[in-house]
């Protein structure tokens, strides 16, 4: 488990981060904490395939990781057996970083991107870390 060091260098290093599984809803997590991230000055990259080419965030929705371009960080908001996938694609495209959100955990993956030389953090969420760390 990251120590709050870990977490504050994550966050004060990465500019780019895709979330994974972002929703149009505003009711939803991943629009909150997207958006959230989006105000702390992040570049923040929607990736939903069901809404691709849509702008949001001052960006285009993507359909995939691939498609988002050079990222520093993958925020994943989908189920913890789905992540791996997610995971392996960070990984793929050069992403510093995998972050699973709350309740997202998927030990295999997380060793994979480890071993892959990504730093990984599990069932956290940047936008509850941030004010923690006052950053």
């Known amino acids: 488990m990251p120590s709050d060091a870990d977490i504050r260098d994550i966050l004060t290093s990465v500019k780019t981060i895709a979330v994974v599984g972002w929703s149009p809803k505003p009711d939803r997590p991943s629009h909150r904490v997207a958006a959230y ?30 498609e988002a371009g050079p990222v520093d960080m993958v925020d994943i908001f989908r189920r913890s057996e789905e992540a791996g996938a997610v995971a392996d694609e960070a990984v793929r495209i050069g992403a510093k970083v995998v972050w699973m959100q709350i309740g997202v955990v998927d030990e295999a993956a997380a060793s994979r991107a480890r071993n892959a030389g990504l730093r990984v953090v599990m069932n956290r969420c940047p936008a509850i870390e941030i004010p923690h760390l006052g950053l």
């Open 37 to 66: 991230l989006k105000g702390k000055g992040y570049r923040v990259i929607p990736v939903n395939p069901g809404h691709a080419g849509q702008k949001a965030l001052g960006e285009t929705v993507v359909a995939t990781l691939a």
